[in-house]
Nanobody, 125 residues
Framework: VQLQASGGGSVQSGDSLTLSCAVS????????LGWIRQAPGKEREVVGR????????DYADSVKGRFTIFRDDSKNTVKLHMKGLRPEDTAVYFC???????????????????WGKGTQVTVSS
């Protein structure tokens, strides 16, 4: 399974941005998917994740109400729509996948099986 993230960039505080992750190989519908970010000097954190069925999502408290994750099984993509961006959202964002989760489960950061290369998001005040 290969993941290719795109859509990062430099924006102003309050702006919106949508990240996209194209997934190839494997059976997309069986993958638990999500987005993870890592800011300088900080540990990686899962910001949004979605189960294989696509009917359950979970978000970090810091992004609830501002970020939305959604998957398009017809296009083998998972996206992260981010609104109300803040300087503290500045980080490298990675997409991840795990085919070992049952369809209703989210992945855990320690259990992510496949990682895409990151895309930089920089939010200036």
């Amino acid at each position: 399974v290969q993941l290719q993230a795109s859509g990062g960039g430099s924006v102003q505080s309050g702006d919106s941005l949508t990240l996209s992750c194209a997934v190839s190989g494997g059976t997309f519908s069986s993958l638990a998917l999500g987005w993870i970010r890592q800011a300088p000097g900080k540990e990686r954190e899962v910001v949004g994740r979605i189960n294989g069925y696509g009917d359950s999502t979970d978000y970090a408290d810091s992004v609830k109400g501002r970020f939305t994750i959604f998957r398009d099984d017809s296009k083998n993509t998972v996206k992260l729509h981010m609104k109300g961006l803040r300087p503290e959202d500045t980080a490298v964002y990675f997409c991840g996948a795990d085919r070992r989760c049952q369809g209703s489960a989210w992945f855990t950061i320690s259990g992510i099986e496949y990682w895409g290369k990151g895309t930089q998001v920089t939010v200036s005040s």
